[in-house]
């Protein structure tokens, strides 16, 4: 049974950290309940005014939520190259601007097809 | 001493040593991945298409960048499979990642065409009811972002728009399929996995009709799919800890103890509870996307909630893929561990059958039946990966081919029965379509009995093959079992056809959409298909059998 | 000369592509490009006739292999062709009496809408049957056999708008089908005796005998089988008669002249396998003479022209199937016969269509009368094919009957005076009703009124030279093949090195009963002219004593085969059913009731709800990985 141990002891931090996390800031935090408190990310989103099938919120949000993780991936992606560079050479530089590239693909659909206007 | 305690220094050693080895710039052949080049070029131009040219000539251009992206794809596959890499000699492509060999190339190939012809029927726009201002009506939303039922969505719906990044979409889904069976590492099939599902989920929710159906369908197939995916990354990550590496190849080698396992936990956990919950955890992903039993239930909402185009080349291409991955990890990876998946997969493959064929009897939508029929067919499948020889290897890619061509031409058969609300899916609705429509019908009847697997279709060569492998692999009861649910399903399919063909014809029933010559090819070429592989099966099991060995 | 082979073959295979695959765009020239195509055939076939004429007698033969058809294991069949002796004789009368008709077709279907399928079927007829013919093997030869049964069945009901064409059809079909067992299994048969379906491997007397006296029995008698079917023999005659309902050129091409007698061939063909087999024999010999009287009967009886002579066309056939029956005495005479017969009765059957042509589709006699005055041509001709089909001294049919009779007579014992009393007595039965059909067709006083005078018929008219020229040439072959292949034995040298030949010996010498033969024929003869000549014919037919119904109704072959078969069978299927409906349907029900219940159940676990879905999900990798270390543990 040994070899089950690391395992166990694995499934029981990752099940623990869920529980604690949720336990604690359920116990911790303040409870001061507004309307503000109550709305959809507390961020002043509101749901569309003709609700259909339950409640919908605008999609700009996310889009420019999700506009920043593209280019935050990007960023954590250079860096590691930028660190080994010169072990890559030009192999790693062609690679680079191929990938930066692709990026600003999507990058000009999102800008062409009018995602960075908010209205 | 506790096990944790010796992990922790052994776990540190690794981090430093991988980080004070040398990097060096990975080679890559890009020859030899230049099917998936090819189409991810395609669909890269696809998006900047979207961007920059004007909304009229999309469509022309996308349907145009699309054709011509599978086309080089395709001719890169010949021409690999012409300089002998499936036959007589084959490669383990960047740094291990790709495997160039016979199962890749014969499963790309047919991925590529299965997509083309899947892009024709996607490309249809002359089902939907259409006006003089709008004449080019196809089967996705016109603006995928409106609220259904929304002012927006009518005034986008008035302007003609449409959502042509499909195209693109589908090519992104087809790179990742194109990976998914000829990925060397897990790394790269779960890249593979979340680059076919992503499109699809997406592509799922573009339905014009019945757009909240559409939308659920996307986010059942979203959730479940992201929860097989985290099953697939667990074993991954088990599987690296008991292996030390990511390589399928490495793990066969650590399996049978050519080559040492992990360091650092060889000294306390002798690895075997990695192995095998790893293993399993991995299968169990893809058992998800092939839609075997316990991992099946997105299957019939999904199809029947995906515009039927997408359901056609979802339900034929996702088979494809899911099936020559699942082959190369058991095959490559895990071979010599088959006496211990080899008993929880005939489990699973029986009861993949008999749910699939037994649920499908009362099914009252063409579109859910078709998904049991699809969930019966994995099983079918799965007796074939179970005969653990290369006749059961070349079995299933045979089958493969001759199923996705089914698939295919059936779906697209049913996009063209519709009444006011578009498609008329419920059964009750097909009586006597045999009279009003006799070629449609007849086509149609032409695919169920291939799904039957009745002779000269090429649903019974796929059976056939998969069947007689099982009974050379050993699996003997599975074949009487397989033979037994395939009787259960002949009934439903049969049930159609005497719908079809012997019902009296409804009042209010539905009309039969003249096709465009679109939608008309794909019917054509799944309905040859179907035939050519069940009449002269020969040449192609042959092209299977040749290409039927993995690289290790 | 081996691709001339195929070329004779892929000429009407062709034109019945062209013809029936072309749609409209190919109406217009179908009649002549249908002729032309089975003409070119008759050409090729006269080339390798004067090609195999250049060859020494013992090797007059033209093998030509296309490809392998099929080929698994020890079961291997060649789509092979063999040219001898036999079989060209049947490719030259296939390809010129069927170029004739097609010809006469051309002015006997000028005004039918659907000229194009007729011909592209016709010459779909000419390709079957010359597979069927030229096969090397006896897998092809049922291709062949098949086809012709196609193109027969789909011609029968070519005015498939006529209820009554469209149930002739079904039924040669049907009844074509029982003879088709037969042949079927003679090939299952042959295939587990011998191993192989040539020709070549089967027909010898050695291979043959190793099978042993009953395989060579039960085969002979499954081969018998089949030539009843296609040939109308007594008991699977019943379908030849209503077979009349096709166009007049197809009953002289399909149903007179060639398809029927394929029959003959295929015993003649197997002569090595009925030579062992005397069982086998006499069953053929039984056959043949009991239909040449049934046929003979039946058309003593029949007012409707065309069905007078289907009945003379099956007795006639009776006769080759006797003759072929007595073994190496008999199969020449049989075939020369076949021939013969080929010439005059297609002759006769293109007669009877002129004056149909003439007569609004009239086939009644009894409506006829006094048409030799206005159709001189069609009653010359006729007129010449009654003489020959009647045994007329220095006609074709004289010579070729009387070989048959003399051939029964030889065969010896009680067996050779039963055969040839009733060879020599269908030969009376022969001049009688043929005398009756040519003097109430063509003598007498017309028994119609034309609109001229009043009433409803037309005015009877010759029919076009197109139609004219055929039946011409068929009088002159009516008149000299007999004579031409008799003078010095001619036809018997040509065919004796493919099916073999002894002369028999008759007890009667030849002299007698030649005078007997002539004897009979004017006594019948007499009888059918001071029945209808010296008197009016009534205009319907006179109620009559019981033998003359009884053979009216074709000797109640249809009200047999209804109580026998029909009734029966239908009293078997009943019982199926109802076998099928409690212990079959039963059992499924029960199955399917359960499949359905557990189906409806677990459609219920398909409740829509991702989180169950998750959960399902969950716990099925639970299990999997509980029952993966499971196994392990085990």
């Known amino acids: 049974m040994n070899s089950y141990v690391p395992i166990l002891v694995l499934g029981v931090l990752a099940a623990g950290f869920a529980v604690v996390t949720v336990v604690s800031a359920a116990l911790t935090g303040p409870k001061r309940y507004n309307r503000a408190k109550l709305d959809p990310y507390e961020c002043g989103i509101e749901a569309s005014p003709q609700p259909a099938g339950g409640g919908r919120f605008p999609i700009k949000y996310y889009l420019t939520a999700m506009l920043f993780i593209v280019f935050d991936i990007e960023i954590v992606f250079l860096y590691p190259w930028a660190v080994s560079f010169d072990a890559l050479g030009v192999f790693g530089l062609v690679e680079m601007l191929l990938f930066i590239a692709t990026v600003f693909v999507a990058y000009a659909y999102v800008w062409r097809r009018g995602g960075l206007e908010w209205d | 001493m506790s096990a944790t305690a010796v992990a922790a220094p052994a776990v540190h050693s690794l981090w430093t040593t991988a980080a004070a080895a040398p990097i060096h710039a990975p080679k890559i052949e890009y020859a030899q991945l230049s099917p998936i080049l090819v189409v991810l070029g395609a669909a890269v131009a696809g998006i900047l298409v979207e961007a920059f040219v004007p909304r009229r000539a999309r469509y022309g251009t996308q349907l145009a960048v699309t054709l011509i992206g599978l086309a080089g794809a395709f001719a890169a596959v010949v021409g690999l499979a012409a300089t002998g890499y499936a036959t007589t000699k084959a490669d383990l492509a960047a740094m291990g990642s790709i495997a160039v060999d016979g199962p890749s190339l014969f499963l790309q190939g047919t991925l590529i065409l299965v997509t083309a012809v899947g892009v024709l029927a996607i490309a249809e726009r002359g089902l939907e009811p259409q006006s003089r201002e709008v004449p080019h009506v196809d089967a996705f939303a016109p603006q995928a972002a409106a609220v259904p039922g929304s002012e927006d969505e009518k005034a986008a719906a008035r302007a003609g728009w449409s959502t042509t990044e499909v195209f693109p979409l589908t090519l992104f889904a087809l790179s990742g399929m194109l990976v998914f069976p000829a990925a060397g590492d897990l790394l790269t099939l779960f890249i593979g996995l979340e680059i076919l599902s992503l499109p699809l989920y997406l592509m799922c929710a573009l339905a014009r009709r019945r757009r909240l159906l559409s939308q659920e369908s996307a986010v059942k197939y979203f959730l479940l799919g992201a929860f097989a995916s985290a099953f697939f990354l667990f074993g991954t990550a088990l599987l690296y800890g008991y292996a030390g590496t990511l390589d399928l190849g490495g793990i066969a080698k650590v399996v049978t103890g050519d080559a040492a396992p992990n360091a650092a936990l060889n000294a306390s956990a002798h690895g075997d509870a990695l192995l095998l919950i790893g293993g399993a955890m991995i299968v169990m992903g893809l058992l998800f996307k092939v839609g075997a039993v316990p991992f099946h239930a997105w299957t019939p909402d999904v199809y029947q909630g995906a515009p039927t185009p997408i359901t056609g080349f979802m339900a034929a291409a996702t088979k494809v893929a899911a099936f020559g991955a699942l082959l190369r990890l058991l095959y490559v990876a895990l071979p010599e561990m088959r006496w211990d998946w080899r008993p929880v997969m005939w489990g699973v493959a029986i009861l993949t059958m008999a749910l699939g064929a037994i649920v499908a009897v009362t099914q009252t939508d063409v579109k859910r039946m078709l998904a049991y029929s699809s969930i019966a067919h994995a099983g079918f499948l799965l007796t074939g990966v179970i005969a653990g020889n290369k006749q059961g290897v070349s079995a299933v890619l045979f089958y493969l081919a001759a199923y996705s061509f089914v698939t295919l031409g059936a779906f697209a058969v049913v996009t063209l029965v519709r009444d006011a609300g578009g498609e008329a899916t419920h059964l009750s609705r097909w009586d006597g379509l045999g009279r009003r429509s006799p070629l449609v019908a007849v086509t149609f009847a032409l695919f169920l009995l291939a799904f039957a697997g009745i002779p000269l279709t090429s649903g019974f060569s796929g059976k056939f093959a998969v069947f007689s492998a099982a009974a050379k692999g050993g699996a003997v009861p599975l074949v009487v079992v397989g033979v037994l649910c395939s009787a259960v399903a002949a009934f439903f399919y049969v049930r159609v056809i005497v719908r079809m063909f012997f019902a009296e014809p409804r009042a209010d029933g539905p009309s039969v959409a003249v096709p465009s010559a679109l939608t008309g090819t794909a019917i054509a070429v799944g309905a040859a298909a179907t035939l050519v592989l069940g009449v002269f099966p020969q040449w192609a099991f042959d092209l299977a059998d040749k290409a039927s060995v993995f690289i290790r | ?634």
Not at chain 3, 346 to 352: E, P, R, T, V
Not at chain 3, 388 to 401: E, V
Not at chain 3, 608 to 630: C, E, K, P, Q
Request: overall charge positive.
């Open chain 3, 1 to 634: 000369m081996n691709s001339l082979l195929g070329l004779l073959i892929a000429a009407p295979l062709l034109g019945a592509a062209v013809l029936l695959l072309g749609g409209r765009f190919v109406d217009r020239v179908a009649p002549v490009l249908g002729s032309a195509l089975a003409g070119l055939s008759f050409v090729l076939g006269a080339i390798l006739f004067s090609n195999l004429l250049g060859k020494p007698a013992s090797g007059r033969a033209i093998d030509s292999d296309l490809f392998t058809w099929m080929h698994v294991g020890t079961f291997k069949a060649d789509a092979a062709f063999h040219l001898d002796q036999l079989s060209m004789t049947f490719v030259l009368l296939i390809t010129g009496v069927g170029t004739l008709i097609h010809i006469y077709s051309i002015g006997y279907m000028a005004h039918d809408e659907k000229r194009r399928k007729f011909f592209g079927y016709l010459n779909l007829f000419l390709a079957a049957m010359l597979i069927l013919v030229l096969a090397d093997n006896y897998l092809l030869l049922y291709v062949g056999w098949e086809g012709v049964g196609l193109a027969s069945y789909l011609l029968i009901g070519f005015w498939q708008h006529k209820p009554s064409a469209a149930t002739a059809a079904k039924k040669a079909f049907l009844v074509n089908r029982v003879g088709d067992i037969g042949l079927a299994v003679a090939v299952f048969l042959m295939f587990t005796t011998f191993g192989t379906f040539t020709f070549q491997g089967i027909l010898h007397p050695s291979v043959v005998s190793s099978a042993g006296q009953g395989k060579a029995t039960a085969l002979g008698l499954v081969l018998l089988l089949a030539a009843c079917g296609k040939s109308a023999q007594v008991p699977l005659q019943s379908w030849l008669g209503d077979a009349m309902e096709g166009p007049t050129p197809v009953s002289a091409l399909i149903h007179a002249a060639t398809m029927v007698t394929a029959g003959v061939y295929l015993i003649t063909r197997s002569s090595a396998i009925f030579n062992a087999a005397p069982t086998a024999q006499l069953a053929v010999v039984c056959v043949g003479a009991v239909t040449l009287l049934f046929g003979a009967i039946v058309g003593c009886a029949k007012d409707d022209i065309k069905k007078a002579l289907a009945g003379s066309t099956m007795s006639q056939i009776g006769y080759m199937i006797l003759a072929a029956g007595l073994g190496p005495i008999g199969y020449v005479f049989a075939i020369m016969h076949l021939v013969t017969h080929g010439f005059f009765k297609a002759g006769l059957f293109l007669g009877a269509g002129s004056i149909m042509h003439a007569r609004e589709d009239e086939v009644d006699m009894r409506k006829y009368g006094g048409l030799w005055k206005k159709m001189p041509w069609t009653f010359a001709t006729f007129g010449l094919g009654y003489l020959a089909i009647i045994g007329f001294p220095g006609l074709s049919g004289f010579f070729s009957k009387d070989k048959i009779i003399e051939a029964a007579f030889a065969k010896g014992g009680t067996e050779g005076w039963i055969l040839g009393g009733a060879a020599l007595l269908g030969a009376a039965i022969t001049a009688y009703y043929m005398s009756r059909i040519m003097v109430m067709t063509f003598f007498g006083k017309p028994r119609y009124t034309t609109k001229a005078e009043g009433g409803t018929s037309p005015e009877a008219h010759e029919s076009p030279a197109v139609m004219v020229a055929p039946m011409v040439v068929l009088a002159v072959g009516s008149v000299f093949a007999g004579g031409f292949f008799s003078l010095g034995s001619r036809f018997l040298h040509w065919l004796e090195p493919v099916t073999g030949h002894s002369e028999g010996h008759s007890p009667v010498s030849t002299g007698v009963l030649t005078a007997a033969t002539i004897v009979l024929m004017l006594l019948g003869m007499g009888l059918a002219w001071f029945q209808y000549g010296m008197r009016e014919v009534p205009a319907a037919a006179p109620r009559s004593i019981w033998p003359v119904r009884l053979a009216r109704r074709d000797l109640g072959q249809d009200d047999f085969n209804h109580a026998v078969f029909v009734r029966g069978g239908t009293r078997f299927a009943d019982g199926l059913a109802e076998f099928d409906a409690k212990g079959v349907d039963g059992a499924v029900r029960g199955v399917a009731g359960a499949v359905g219940g557990g189906s409806s159940r677990l459609r219920k676990l398909q409740n829509g709800y991702v989180r169950s879905y998750a959960f399902s999900m969950f716990g099925g990798a639970v299990l999997i990985v509980a029952a993966t270390l499971f196994m392990r543990a085990v």
